[in-house]
């Protein structure tokens, strides 16, 4: 026995019907709104048309003929504004052929009307449905072919006259229609270079999550094991020693790959502005330091603070570091957490070296050696911030730099 397969309900997960796909193109065209509009105006336009020909039908010397073609202008304005509404006429073809029937109805005026009449009035099609010619191609092509249009259009009305009226305070035809196909195409080439930009952002954003995301899998996996080849190769020594560098290297070239910023770090304090109307990324200024034996954590999301402040948080870093490397004894690692508080920002340099003797500072400071109280505390405390260390002999050195994050 055979079994049959259950009817699929609905639509394939692969096949979309026609109509969705349509109207998923046009809501992604960034001039899908200005489409829309010039429809409004071309519905208008006909009405506008249409009383115009009822009114002046029995001044033509062919009014039935006026009549026909008024019916193949109904016929094209049906048809051309679903085409733009929708969306399948949104191409050169479409525009280039309404150019082409609206200069054709316009020259038809000196067929169904003589040179007098063509004179003391406008247009048998009136100039303000051939407009529409004019708007399609500026939507579609920018300012520039709306001017060019523009000229066409107001060239074909100033043919069927039969003279260039320059009395442009009297008869401004022409710079109306020109004017309307530069303000039409200027605003299609805002509406696109807008969502360009909005697009431009979008994929930003999407490669910082991705970043971000890459950048927690990583973190606990791949650095932990490169960091533990570098050290154990380091011990063992020997042939693993160039191995040991290789993998120090790899780790901090992939720590720098999944940064989840894209503001340039600084090389050195001097390179931040004291700016105060300057905010720097105070996670992106400590990852700096991210090297073989040194570890950097921050949050995901960027840790804003004044300019001047990550300057001197990030000189009391290097400071606190450069104890580590000279004294906390060999092979000694350290650790650089960032904490965003809200009002405040907490830095920790951390490491797991011999730690201070009891007395050892005081010690230092009656030698003139005044590196912590100064270069470390004394910096903090200039931001309003406090610095406490917790160490003692075996167990490590643990600065806490407390600061008030300050806009002002």
């Not at 026609?18 to 899908?32: I, K, M, S, T, Y």
């Not at 004019?134 to 939507?139: D, G, K, P, Q, T």
């Not at 009002?343 to 920790?348: A, I, K, L, Q």
């Given at each position: 026995m055979t079994r049959q397969r259950p009817p699929v309900v609905g639509n394939p997960p692969d096949r979309e019907p026609?109509?969705?796909?349509?109207?998923?193109?046009?809501?992604?065209?960034?001039?899908?709104p200005l489409w829309r509009g010039a429809q409004i105006f071309r519905l208008l336009?006909?009405?506008?048309a249409l009383g115009f020909q009822i009114a002046v039908n029995p001044d033509l010397d062919r009014g039935g003929v006026a009549w026909v073609l008024f019916g193949l202008l109904s016929a094209w304005t049906l048809v051309s504004g679903i085409g733009y509404f929708v969306g399948f006429a949104r191409n050169l073809v479409w525009v280039g052929v309404e150019v082409v029937v609206v200069c054709a109805l316009m020259l038809s005026t000196s067929y169904v009307a003589d040179a007098q009449w063509a004179w003391n009035n406008q247009t048998w099609p009136t100039t303000l449905w051939a407009t529409n010619a004019?708007?399609?191609?500026?939507?579609l092509t920018g300012p520039v072919g709306g001017i060019v249009a523009g000229l066409i259009v107001g060239g074909t009305s100033t043919f069927v006259k039969g003279e260039l009226n320059l009395d442009f305070g009297r008869n401004a035809t022409i710079i109306v229609i020109v004017a309307t196909g530069m303000a039409v195409g200027l605003a299609a080439?805002?509406?696109?270079r807008v969502q360009e930009q909005l697009s431009r952002a979008a994929r930003i954003?999407?490669?910082a999550e991705e970043r971000e995301r890459l950048s927690r899998e990583v973190h606990d996996g791949v650095l932990q094991v490169l960091a533990l080849i570098a050290r154990r190769g380091r011990e063992i020594?020997?042939?693993?020693?160039?191995?040991?560098?290789?993998?120090?290297?790899?780790?901090?070239?992939?720590?720098?790959l999944i940064s989840d910023t894209d503001e340039p770090v600084p090389a050195s304090p001097d390179a931040l502005s004291p700016d105060p109307q300057r905010s720097v990324d105070l996670a992106a200024v400590l990852r700096a330091f991210a090297a073989d034996r040194i570890s950097v954590s921050a949050p995901a999301d960027a840790v804003m603070v004044p300019a001047h402040t990550g300057s001197e948080i990030r000189a009391a870093v290097g400071n606190a570091l450069d104890n580590v490397a000279n004294h906390a004894g060999p092979g000694a690692r350290a650790y650089i957490l960032v904490e965003d508080l809200?009002?405040?920002?907490?830095?920790?340099?951390r490491d797991d070296g011999i730690g201070i003797p009891d007395g050892r500072l005081a010690e230092a400071v009656t030698q003139g050696r005044v590196g912590v109280s100064k270069s470390i505390v004394g910096r903090i405390e200039s931001l309003g911030?406090?610095?406490?260390?917790?160490?003692?002999?075996?167990?490590?050195?643990?600065?806490?730099?407390?600061?008030?994050?300050?806009?002002?």
């Open positions: 026609a109509p969705d796909r349509l109207a998923r193109v046009v809501d992604n065209d960034p001039v899908g336009s006909y009405l506008y004019v708007i399609s191609v500026a939507i080439a805002n509406a696109r954003a999407a490669a020594g020997g042939p693993t020693d160039e191995l040991a560098t290789l993998a120090a290297e790899q780790e901090r070239t992939l720590r720098r809200g009002r405040d920002v907490v830095v920790s340099v911030g406090t610095a406490q260390l917790d160490t003692e002999p075996g167990a490590g050195t643990e600065w806490e730099f407390t600061v008030p994050r300050d806009d002002s």
